[in-house]
């Protein structure tokens, strides 16, 4: 069952029909699914059941106030990387017992803030930070809970961007560093160390990436176990891809059974941090073609979408399915569609076939829900976006569209 689907040629979002949408909010526009991001949660955590586990969303890939209410709702905990993710998540409703922080470069006034709110347990990715958590702990008579981040040195086989578990990365303590850091752990005042981390990357398209590196953990903690540091909490981070064009990542019930598998006889509370596979899918951001241009050697459709709004083609060279809002029957033609942006590097796709489109008509770009809005940006100027949630017939403005005033309110 889609949620983003066309009836008698026209492209809807559950029951909303998105040239209706476009025309009262505009455009570029932002449209998510409330049906598909309960779907997708639903068949993410419900893959675990046969393990004790906690699914905690990660909130940077689509971290929409009225996105994480949804999910806080289904009973979601959240995996979080910033002060600012915090923020949002505690106003989203989110128990702090649901809360784990992960990132490299986690800010003293941030620690503060997830140990007055009580997180369960920060993923520590230094022994500087390790140090740094303890001092803020103890200048706050509070005990820290934390896993350490492990890189595992698997190769996720994804883009070199979003590979983290490598030992070229900067994120995670490699095995040999985390072993001391462990011991250190246990001797500082303020600390419990509570559990193991990794993330090895993101948009994997298959399982065994997962259980290398899952592999690698446990034997780790059999490291730790004579050395009589036990741990309860096992987080095995997120990364599970998506369908963007014809890739076939696991199902997340097989991704479940095959965890659920290696996992048999461990008394461990598993934690996953899936971000793009709850989201990803879940969002269209719906652009208008404002001219068409042709060069001797190209066709462009210069669209009310940039960089700014979506950089992960130009990011990442990444691909994006694209189709008109209203079906039309013209011939295909191969076009690069490119936004308003001044970089060449601005681009939604290119060398991509699609049936002739004109000046004014609207195309919808899939696969937008995740790393979308979140990496959004005011270059050049631009207004960001406005984000709406369709769900059934109803339509929440999740974030009204930005003003000029909006641009300039911080400034003097
Ligand atoms: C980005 C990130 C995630 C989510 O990754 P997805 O590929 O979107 O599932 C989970 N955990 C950490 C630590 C991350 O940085």
């Given amino acids: 069952m889609h949620h983003f689907e066309f009836k008698n040629n026209k492209l809807f979002a559950e029951n909303v029909n998105i040239s209706e949408l476009a025309k009262e909010y505009g455009t570029p526009l932002y449209v998510y699914s409330a049906a598909t991001f309960r779907r997708h949660f639903e068949a993410f955590d419900s893959a675990f059941n046969g393990l004790n586990h906690l699914t905690c969303y990660s909130v940077k890939a689509n971290s929409n106030l009225s996105v994480l209410k949804l999910l806080a709702e289904m009973g979601a905990?959240?995996?979080?990387?910033?002060?600012?993710e915090l923020y949002r998540a505690l106003k989203a409703g989110v128990p702090a017992n649901r809360i784990v922080y992960s990132g490299?470069?986690?800010?003293?006034?941030?620690?503060?803030?997830?140990?007055?709110?009580?997180?369960?347990?920060?993923?520590?990715?230094?022994?500087?930070?390790?140090h740094r958590i303890n001092e803020v702990a103890t200048s706050m008579n509070k005990t820290a809970r934390v896993s350490f981040r492990i890189n595992p040195d698997v190769d996720p086989q994804t883009h070199p961007y979003i590979s983290t578990g490598m030992k070229k990365n900067k994120f995670g303590l490699d095995m040999d560093t985390?072993?001391?850091?462990?011991?250190?752990?246990?001797?500082?005042?303020?600390?419990?160390?509570?559990?193991m981390d990794c993330h090895i990357g993101s948009q994997l398209t298959s399982i065994d990436p997962f259980l290398e590196a899952l592999s690698k953990l446990l034997a780790f903690k059999e490291k730790l176990s004579s050395m009589n540091i036990e741990i309860e909490h096992l987080d095995l981070g997120g990364g599970l891809g998506i369908t963007y064009d014809d890739e076939q990542p696991p199902h997340p019930k097989e991704f479940g059974e095959a965890l659920t598998k290696a996992l048999e006889g461990q008394k461990l509370k598993v934690i996953l941090e899936p971000g793009r596979v709850i989201a990803g899918n879940a969002g269209i951001l719906v652009t208008e073609v404002i001219y068409t241009k042709s060069t001797p050697t190209k066709n462009f459709l210069i669209?009310?979408?940039?960089?700014?709004?979506l950089i992960r083609p130009s990011l990442y060279q990444s691909f994006h399915n694209i189709s008109e809002v209203?079906?039309?029957?013209?011939?295909?033609?191969?076009?690069?569609?490119?936004?308003?942006?001044?970089?060449?590097?601005?681009?939604?796709?290119?060398?991509?076939?699609?049936?002739?489109?004109?000046?004014?008509?609207?195309?919808?770009?899939?696969?937008?829900?995740?790393?979308?809005?979140?990496?959004?940006?005011?270059?050049?100027?631009?207004?960001?976006a406005a984000e709406v949630i369709v769900d059934g017939d109803d339509i929440i403005v999740a974030r009204r569209r930005e003003t000029y005033e909006d641009l300039l309110n911080l400034e003097s």
Avoid: H, W
């Fill in 178 to 195: 985390a072993l001391t850091a462990y011991k250190t752990a246990k001797e500082l005042s303020n600390i419990e160390p509570i559990g």
């Fill in 104 to 130: 490299v470069g986690k800010k003293a006034y941030e620690i503060a803030e997830a140990l007055k709110a009580d997180i369960l347990m920060f993923n520590v990715e230094s022994v500087a930070e390790l």
């Fill in 77 to 84: 905990g959240m995996d979080i990387v910033s002060g600012g």
């Fill in 326 to 384: 209203v079906k039309n029957e013209r011939p295909k033609v191969e076009v690069d569609v490119v936004g308003p942006i001044c970089e060449s590097g601005d681009f939604i796709a290119r060398d991509r076939e699609l049936p002739e489109v004109k000046q004014g008509e609207l195309l919808a770009v899939y696969s937008a829900g995740a790393y979308g809005f979140t990496m959004s940006s005011n270059y050049n100027s631009r207004l960001r």
């Fill in 303 to 309: 669209v009310d979408a940039g960089m700014n709004d």
